[in-house]
């Protein structure tokens, strides 16, 4: 049943990436950045906090979808963890910063058991 947990969720992956996927570009640092990286990016969720005298801090989230396999160092071979700091450019030229999100240390997490693809927390930078 695992199995066929994971060829299901691998299709719907396929199939959300065709349907809504898009170029991006992943900065681990200077010297590292992944090019042409197929990703699907959410709507952004649009938080805001009141300050003193009636003005408003308003700032956006995004969830960055994408399959792990995807981010690997051209040099090692390993894998690429996204961290805090990384930074996420997208076909438009949107710049978002990988930060945690409600209040995890983590600035991802997988879809599911399965790990099929990561969702990655970022914000405008």
């Known amino acids: 049943m695992a199995n066929q947990a994971a060829d299901v969720e691998a299709i719907c992956w396929r199939t959300l990436l065709a349907a809504r996927g ?22 952004p969720q649009t938080n805001s906090v009141d300050v003193q005298n009636m003005s408003v801090i308003e700032s956006r989230a995004w969830n960055v979808l994408i ?10 071979g390993d894998r690429i963890e996204p961290r805090s700091g990384h930074l996420i450019t997208t076909d438009s030229g949107q710049a978002l910063k990988v930060q945690p999100s409600d209040g995890s240390q983590l600035a991802w997490r997988w879809n599911s058991s399965n790990q099929i693809w990561r969702r990655i927390n970022a914000a405008e930078s």
Do not use: G
Request: glycine share 0%; charged share 30%.
């Open 22 to 43: 898009e170029p991006i570009s992943y900065r681990v640092h200077e010297e590292l950045t992944i090019e042409d990286v197929m990703a699907v990016v959410t709507r």
């Open 67 to 76: 399959n792990p396999d995807d981010l690997v160092d051209p040099v090692s």
